[in-house]
């Protein structure tokens, strides 16, 4: 099957990459690697960034990267990658009608389903969308709603176009419903981790404190580091170690990295906390190996590949009853899941997991072994190859006059 990745904003991980890397872009790489292995023929279609990139280039895994000379060869900031859309998803429809001709096309996050759709309406192909979470419900927030709102409605557009939409947890696809897509549109497919590179033994990273707790993620608000930063008054001889960067085009650590070392100060234990930014992906599974515990605590979260790293390394997790933590970490076996938003019984289950090693051990154990059975890159593969294979099954041409998703970003 030949099968086009669309990934306008995320280009694949690179062997020993410096870079930090998202959740999406993981996932999109290790997904194409895992269906260039079962023998399909798969290209990842990336906006050129750099003008030292060739056209075209072939990976180790067998995977064939495009690079598409769409607006500047250089790193677009988000608002401005939305006016590359458009222009790119009619450079696919041109290169898919002079060169290679996909069977099905997959588009990684929101912006690329908008790329990918555009070429779809101008000559129809089957046509799939992960969006790797969808936008977070309202509030209060000012911009920050403008912009939850804008991308809803790219993402409800978005969807009523694609003949398929990959969830990535039972939360997704519950609030994919809300928005108006069918279930019969909808398949949840959990992402993978690379058991090879995630696991317990090898090297890790050294400790200045007895017990060492890891946060991974973006430094935004959002993602609860605050509460565990508040709870350190409460866990002596413990460090905390939050690893992530803000999103673009923050510069340095950014305003929220600033906030949590100010609220460290405040409670003096600015000396346990430690801010790294972004590390190399090759390190990740050193630094989870250093650590007692991971903890997620996000307000609104998909599932989290932070989680399926950790438990693959043997690693307990405390999560938050939320999105799809709630069905990665299963309560009392691989870890604890408390009520978001709790900061007494945050730091109560802590300190009751550090304490208790044979409990911590029992958890790892439990982990390692439901990141090897149920959360295998080939697995995810085989599932998205069903699919795509009903997509083709069933595909029909759209009609005219639906809501495009671009009519919806305009």
């Keep these: 099957m030949r099968i086009a990745v669309v990934s306008v904003d995320q280009r694949p991980l690179r062997a020993g990459s410096r870079d930090w890397i998202t959740g999406s872009a993981v996932h999109m790489t290790e997904l194409s690697a895992a269906l260039a292995r079962l023998g399909h023929d798969v290209r990842v279609y990336t906006r050129r960034s750099s003008p030292s990139q060739p056209e075209q280039a072939t990976d180790a895994d067998g995977i064939t990267l495009v690079n598409a000379p769409i607006g500047p060869a250089r790193t677009a900031h988000p608002g401005e990658q939305l006016c590359h859309l458009n222009p790119f998803g009619q450079w696919l429809d041109r290169s898919w009608r002079d060169d290679w001709a996909p069977d099905v096309v997959h588009a990684h996050t929101w912006p690329s389903a908008v790329a990918a759709l555009v070429a779809k309406k101008m000559t129809s192909r089957p046509t799939v969308v992960t969006f790797h979470g969808v936008a977070e419900p309202l509030g209060d927030h000012g911009q920050g709603d403008r912009v939850a709102a804008f991308r809803r409605r790219v993402e409800q557009a978005a969807a009523g176009e694609a003949d398929a939409v990959l969830a990535l947890s039972h939360s997704d696809a519950h609030h994919m419903r809300r928005l ?10 959990p992402p993978g981790v690379d058991t090879a590179q995630f696991q ?7 400790r ?18 605050a ?3 508040a709870a350190l008054p409460g866990l002596p001889d413990t460090e905390l170690v939050i690893i992530g960067r803000p999103p673009p085009p923050s510069r340095g650590l950014g305003p929220h990295a600033a906030a949590l070392r100010a609220s460290a100060v405040n409670t003096g234990t600015h000396d346990r906390l430690r801010l790294t930014g972004a590390v190399p992906y090759r390190d990740m599974p050193g630094w989870y190996r250093s650590a007692d515990l991971l903890v997620c605590t996000p307000s609104h979260a998909s599932l989290n590949r932070a989680a399926l790293e950790a438990m693959a390394c043997g690693v307990p997790v405390m999560a938050a009853a939320t999105g799809g933590l709630s069905e990665a970490v299963t309560d ?16 109560a289950t802590i300190h009751a997991l550090l304490t208790d090693p044979e409990l911590r051990g029992a958890y790892g154990l439990a982990g390692i072994e439901r990141a090897r059975l149920e959360y295998s890159w080939h697995q995810a593969a085989q599932r998205t190859l069903d699919t795509y294979r009903r997509t083709l099954g069933h595909h029909v041409a759209a009609p005219r006059g639906r809501q495009t998703a671009t009519a919806a970003a305009a």
């Design 208 to 225: 200045r404190r007895p017990h060492r707790i890891l946060a991974v993620g973006q430094l935004i608000p959002s993602n609860g580091f």
């Design 227 to 229: 509460d565990t930063v």
């Design 180 to 189: 108006g897509i069918p279930r019969t549109k909808v398949s949840v497919i």
């Design 200 to 206: 317990p033994s090898g090297p890790a990273w050294n």
């Design 332 to 347: 009392g076996t691989v870890g604890r899941l408390i009520p978001p938003g709790s900061p007494a019984q945050l730091v």
